[in-house]
């Protein structure tokens, strides 16, 4: 007996509602992803033409506990995960040159979020805040008390702030470990020579590479620990910090030299680890060298010892000494990384032209999303994001301690004796740039509403009357709903150009933000001091760090109301569910790939039902995009008995838009070769009200639904059909003749 295999998309439909039947039970798999069939009591187990009907239900993966909200507040590190796949077609040495500098970035991305967790917990914390004399401990006895006696010295304070961002380190090193091996342990088949392409096996086998890229960032991560604490410590040291002070049986110049040699082999750990990332051999999911894993656990084993010997010198009795400002160095390193970032995202950019030029002319690249320049795009999102929630993080934590007398030095007529901490000055500039680049994206979406929309409804209108003839004269109003229903569905291929104008305005507005930060220059010094205009950027600036928080806070609350209501996840599932969909290739403590262990089960239930009288893969929406890596999965025995049916698909209207290197004609035509060849298995529904999916091929692949299915409403009945748009593919009529189709076509002796 065939089977009908239905995947749900990004709203994660429980399996009763995929199967239109009130009792199932699960017959595979577990109850973060399985297969489920209608209960044979039901006496309704079968569907179209006569198949078995199953489900498989993978929305756990991605959803589930309230508790994985969490995972928003890292999407800074899903967004440079995501920067590797946007990248436009290009030969293996432009590939290689893209993963180098995105893995580059998305390394430069854990340091600032170290950084933050350093500036809360050290600068403002231990150095700023604790040091005696500024009030600042004043009707805080928990924080008196941590940083009294043994750990009154600056020295010693740094050593116990340290262990917050050590803490947090250790933190996203279990997560890691946890969720590798939970997603990333399902072990293929079998290899190819090059595990770039979707059908390779190894590109759905992350556990090893992503092992690697954990251990290099933790390396680094404990390593900019280590060189912020030592950094002040052998400065402060070579200055003559143990002059008079009894070191047992050390020396003032041998723990000097003790400070040195941790600095130089801290700085060794650095540069060693973002060099040894760029090299094949490391990060090679099919041929890595033979040295790969050693090196890497070599990096972070020599990380940690490194810490521990690091909070050892910070302990040591120094002679006395008073912290002033900020921590030395911090606010510079903080802006000089910012500047790094940009750099590489700037190469990012130059490489990505180039081979978007190449790309065209050898036809191999048609209307990309962003113009194909969503790698820098989105990866400068990111940094943007991870900026941002830095900024925010830290002006809270210094409004908390110095009671609210930040974050700018503008008098806004507070008392002078009220101590004011200092946080970096680019942090300044994140603020205030994020109230910018949310008013630009304000505007974007006005123009988009205003003038983008409105272009599209002359074509809407003549759609709609092609589809309805008659049927505006008859009722107005309800034309108009068909309408604006295509006008929001094809907007969505128009808004790259408006994106793309505002990414270049934020960008010209970053670059020149940066520039006065490295000079010393923060917002407010832009006006005299004292002046309405000093007034207004500190304004200004206060607003954009408290609209941070909001943000922050925001998007906990979306994540856990999408994983409690579908309705909510309908809206925000689309972008997360494309996102975590790609394996963890530049960032591995970003959320996990779902896919890793969706695509193989996927591949091997489908094998098997296709042994045993055939199997429709049906797939909506994202489910659509499973199957068909399914597919390519499949092994050469299994195609025959496989056909395929995909409805509200974005294959080509967002991956092959988005993703050019990996959904093109090239891999359309291995899909239909897989399916049947010459005379394809394969048949793709689209409507033109879908503001997601669409055509796939030429051929007579794609079949379009008319939508609603009746302008009147039908005999019986006052109301007129719903307008369906992306969703109740399987309320259709025609979807019920095109798996009849596909069924009788596996039934065929020739197939």
């Known amino acids: 007996m065939a089977t009908e295999l239905r995947v749900h998309g990004v709203n994660g439909a429980p399996a009763e509602e995929v199967l239109d039947r009130p009792w199932v039970g699960r017959v595979a798999g577990d109850t973060e992803a399985g297969f489920y069939r209608p209960r044979p009591e039901t006496h309704a187990t079968t569907g179209p033409g006569g198949a078995d009907l199953e489900a498989y239900r993978w929305g756990s993966l991605t959803s589930g506990a309230a508790a994985r909200a969490a995972w928003l507040l890292l999407l800074p590190f899903t967004l440079a995960n995501v920067t590797v796949w946007l990248r436009p077609p290009a030969g293996p040495g432009g590939r290689a040159v893209v993963r180098g500098l995105c893995r580059l970035f998305a390394l430069s991305l854990t340091v600032t979020f170290v950084l933050t967790i350093v500036g809360a917990a050290m600068d403002l914390v231990a150095w700023q805040c604790a040091s005696p004399g500024t009030g600042c401990m004043a009707g805080r006895p928990w924080l008196r008390g941590l940083f009294t006696g043994f750990f009154v010295p600056p020295g010693r304070r740094l050593a116990l702030g340290a262990l917050a961002p050590i803490g947090v380190i250790a933190v996203l090193w279990a997560l890691g470990r946890g969720t590798w091996a939970r997603y990333e342990s399902f072990r293929p088949a079998g290899a190819r020579p090059d595990g770039d392409g979707l059908a390779s096996p190894t590109f759905w086998h992350g556990r090893v590479p992503v092992g690697r890229l954990r251990a290099l960032h933790i390396a680094v991560a404990l390593a900019t620990v280590d060189a912020v604490l030592l950094w002040v410590l052998v400065?402060?040291?070579?200055?003559?910090?143990?002059?008079?002070?009894?070191?047992?049986?050390?020396?003032?110049?041998?723990?000097?030299?003790?400070?040195?040699?941790?600095?130089?082999?801290?700085?060794?750990?650095?540069?060693?680890?973002?060099?040894?990332?760029?090299?094949?051999?490391m990060m090679s999911r099919d041929a890595p060298a033979r040295w790969a894993g050693s090196a890497v656990r070599a990096a972070r084993g020599t990380a940690l010892a490194l810490t521990a010997a690091s909070l050892g010198y910070a302990l040591l009795p120094r002679a006395p000494w008073r912290a002033t400002g900020a921590l030395p160095g911090y606010g510079r390193l903080v802006t000089w990384l910012f500047a790094a970032q940009l750099l590489v995202l700037a190469a990012l950019a130059v490489v990505v032209a180039v081979q978007i030029g190449a790309a065209r002319r050898y036809g191999r690249l048609r209307d990309p999303l962003l113009g194909g320049f969503g790698t820098p795009i989105v990866g400068s999102l990111g940094l943007g994001l991870g900026v941002a929630f830095s900024a925010g993080l830290t002006y809270r934590v210094a409004d908390y301690l110095d009671r609210a007398a930040s974050p700018s030095p503008a008098d806004w007529a507070r008392p002078v004796a009220r101590v004011r901490l200092e946080p970096p000055l680019s942090f300044q500039w994140a603020a205030l740039g994020f109230l910018v680049g949310v008013v630009v994206a304000v505007l974007a979406y006005t123009w988009v509403r205003t003038v983008t929309m409105p272009r599209l409804r002359a074509g809407a209108r003549a759609a709609t009357d092609e589809d309805f003839p008659g049927g505006r004269s008859r009722d107005p109003a309800r034309a108009a709903d068909i309408d604006d229903a295509i006008v929001g569905a094809r907007a969505t291929d128009h808004i790259g150009g408006t994106v793309g104008v505002a990414w270049g305005v934020l960008a010209v507005g970053v670059l020149a933000a940066t520039g006065l930060a490295l000079a010393g220059l923060g917002p407010v010094q832009l006006a005299p001091s004292g002046s309405a205009g000093a007034d207004l950027l500190h304004a200004l600036t206060t607003a954009g760090t408290y609209l941070i928080n909001l943000t922050a806070l925001a998007l906990v609350l979306l994540g856990v109301q999408a994983y409690r209501h579908q309705r909510v996840r309908r809206v925000v599932g689309v972008i997360w569910d494309v996102a975590t969909f790609w394996p963890r290739a530049a960032h591995p403590l970003g959320v996990p790939c779902y896919a890793e262990r969706a695509v193989p089960e996927l591949a091997h239930r489908a094998a098997w039902l296709a042994g045993r009288g055939g199997v429709v893969l049906s797939g909506h929406s994202q489910g659509a995009v499973l199957v068909a890596a399914a597919v390519l999965q499949l092994p050469a025995d299994a195609r025959p008995g496989t056909a395929m049916l995909t409805y509200g698909s974005p294959l080509r209207r967002l991956y092959g838009r988005a993703f050019p290197a990996y959904f093109h004609d090239g891999v359309f035509g291995e899909l239909a070769e897989a399916v049947g060849g010459g005379e394809p298995r394969w048949r793709n529904l689209w409507r033109r009200t879908d503001a997601i999916g669409g055509p796939v091929a030429p051929g007579g692949l794609d079949v379009r639904l008319v939508d609603p299915l009746a302008f009147d409403p039908p005999p019986g009945d006052r109301v007129a059909p719903a307008i369906a748009g992306h969703f109740d593919y399987q309320l259709s009529p025609a979807f019920a003749a095109q798996v009849t189709a596909l069924l009788d076509r596996l039934r065929r002796p020739d197939r």
């Open 235 to 281: 400065r402060h040291d070579r200055a003559g910090g143990f002059a008079g002070v009894d070191l047992g049986p050390l020396s003032a110049s041998a723990a000097r030299a003790i400070g040195v040699l941790l600095g130089v082999l801290t700085m060794v750990v650095l540069v060693g680890c973002a060099l040894v990332l760029l090299t094949r051999g």
